[in-house]
């Protein structure tokens, strides 16, 4: 069974940075898609970038320009480097990994279009004003 853990969250003033990472343990597909994801509270969960098997990338709108995705494949760890944090950025985030293999477009790496099968446990970002 594949094993995901998240590390690197905390709290952090706005405009501050922070870069989270995501150990995969136990997960052969290197092929499929990967993303991190977050949910605030009272809200649903979002997507916030995606990698696809070809290395491509994907950030949303609300992210775009701020955050980026990367894929360490010798250490099987996935990074998101935050920047220019903002208040509406707090949120528990989460990394989570498909096991479809999946070349292409990574704005296709969302959920609905990919199966998302294993999930991190999260980690707490804060920004505050």
């Known amino acids: 069974q594949a094993h995901l853990a998240e590390s690197g969250g905390g709290s952090v003033q706005a405009g501050g940075s922070l870069r989270l990472s995501c150990k995969a343990s136990?997960?052969?597909?290197?092929?499929?898609?990967m993303g991190w994801f977050r949910q605030a509270p009272g809200k649903e969960r979002e997507g916030v970038a995606y990698i696809s098997g070809d290395g491509t990338t994907y950030s949303t709108d609300s992210v775009k320009g701020r955050f980026a995705i990367s894929r360490d494949y010798e250490r099987s760890t996935m990074y998101l480097q935050m920047n220019n944090l903002k208040p509406e950025d707090t949120a528990v985030y989460y990394c989570?990994?498909?096991?479809?293999?999946?070349?292409?477009?990574?704005?296709?790496?969302?959920?609905?279009?990919?199966?998302?099968?294993?999930w991190g446990q999260g980690t707490q970002v804060t920004v505050s004003t």
């Open positions: 136990r997960y052969p597909y290197t092929s499929a898609c």
């Open positions: 989570a990994a498909a096991t479809v293999s999946y070349y292409g477009p990574a704005d296709l790496c969302d959920r609905q279009s990919q199966t998302y099968n294993y």
